[in-house]
């Protein structure tokens, strides 16, 4: 399966889980999908939460998202926990191209966990290109190593109808 889409969707707690295993990953578990589309769905701040760590913890062990597509879903309560949680996770996705977070309930707060989540997936980018150059220098091989974080490969971002800035757009 390279794409899971869910219209119409109530997902709640293992709902979310799954979806974060599913195209997420993780350290143990291979990333199964690389298009999410959720769309026009009730997402409970448990289904968020939960589908923010499995999306967390696959871009930290290097299972990345290629296109997601969250619209008409709010993601647990506007600017919620949950909202703000997915926002950070998907901020660490560097293979990510299309990001379109319309009408998510992102809110302020989202939008600074979003920007967060860019952060440190340029830190964890950093760190990586950093050790794989010692390696490098170390068994004296002088390959070009680097590494690109924060969204590194992005060509398309929506982010509209989330009440972000101070006309709410």
Known sequence: MQSL??????????????????????HDTPRSCSKLQIERSRISEGGAVAMAQGLRSGAIGGQQLVDVRIMSSVL???GSPGATAVAASLGLCRELRTLFLVDAGLKDAGAVAFAAGLSE???????????AATRELSSGSNGGGGGSGGLGSLETLLLHSNGIGDRGT
């Open 76 to 78: 647990g309560s506007e």
């Open 5 to 26: 889409t869910l219209l119409n969707t109530d997902i709640r707690t293992d709902g979310g889980a799954a979806i974060g295993t599913l195209c997420g990953g993780g």
């Open 121 to 131: 997936a340029a830190s964890i980018a950093s760190a990586s290109a950093s050790a």
